[in-house]
């Protein structure tokens, strides 16, 4: 399916059939995770799959949740990783990666906040000293007889107020997005998911780079929301035709050469 379709459709699901799903299909969505890179090389991190959701949920209150919920399904997703720079970030660009696929294969899935990285880590017996860095719900969507699926897509900044030109706060025209072709590419990219839906990313076109800006906090999930988005975008460009990747250093290049104000920072750049 087309990237564009996909996360036009794609929603999050809380609500969960009681029934396991095929180990195939599980397989299929956990290869997506393993053959990506991310924005390093070599495997610097490993797929947990938890097949035993039903047993262990009421165990995971206190340790993970959605907004302080626990949500109940029949398996979950993890993620642990050794620590490296864009380590984090790393992870919600893999972990986004099998939700997308999930999503295709008609699974549907929720990210989780770790809220006790250890006593997580010993519920789920991962033994090995990397970091837990990501956590979702999958399975079958649960409509039930009289439930359907009512919840509207979130809503979206427009992509005027995401995007600046050379300096902050130097609105790009949506014709400057149309000559470079990245107007169907911010499009997609702005159905990225975020942690509350706060949508935390602004970017800055400069002459071949596409920068990535985010505000500057040190917590987990905005770090998996700048991966997950560094995808949404990179897979939208692929799509347009647009070929690049992320890196994940600026160099020496300070926040003041764009007129980034505190509370900012340049988490990396689009090279075209």
């Not at 799959?49 to 047993?55: A, L, Q, T, V």
């Not at 790393?90 to 006790?116: F, H, P, V």
């Not at 470079?180 to 975020?194: D, E, I, Q």
């Not at 800055?204 to 988005?229: C, F, T």
Request: glycine share 8%; with cysteine.
């Amino acid at each position: 399916m087309k990237f564009s379709k996909l996360v036009e459709d794609m929603r999050t699901i809380r609500d969960y059939k009681k029934e396991p799903v095929n180990p195939q299909i599980i397989q299929e969505i956990i290869d997506i995770g393993k053959n990506s890179q991310g924005f390093v090389q070599g495997r610097n991190l490993s797929i947990v799959f938890i097949d035993n959701g039903k047993e262990i949920f009421e165990q995971l209150s206190g340790k993970a949740g959605y907004f302080g919920k626990m949500i109940e399904a029949p398996h979950y997703l993890a993620i642990t990783s050794k620590v490296f720079p864009g380590y984090i970030e790393n992870s919600g660009y893999i972990m986004e990666s099998m939700r997308l696929k999930a999503w295709e294969l008609g699974l549907g899935t929720c990210w989780l906040n770790i809220q006790d990285e250890e006593a997580l880590k010993e519920l789920l017996k991962i033994e090995s000293d990397d970091k837990l860095t990501a956590f979702v719900a999958i399975g079958h969507q649960y409509k039930g007889i009289f439930k359907k699926d009512i919840s509207p897509k979130s809503d979206r900044i427009g992509i005027d107020k995401l995007i600046y030109l050379n300096r902050w706060e130097s609105p790009c025209p949506i014709e400057e997005l149309e000559n470079r072709g990245f107007a169907n590419v911010f499009y997609y990219a702005k159905f990225a998911p975020s942690w509350g839906n706060r949508q935390p990313w602004r970017f800055m076109i400069d002459k071949d780079k596409v920068l990535l800006i985010v505000p500057d906090q040190e917590e987990a999930s905005m770090k998996l929301d700048a991966g997950i988005m560094m995808l949404y975008f990179e897979k939208a460009a692929h799509e347009e035709g647009i070929q690049g990747n992320w890196k994940m250093t600026m160099g020496d290049v300070e926040k003041s050469t764009y007129g980034i104000p505190s509370g900012y920072q340049l988490k990396g750049y689009f090279a075209v």
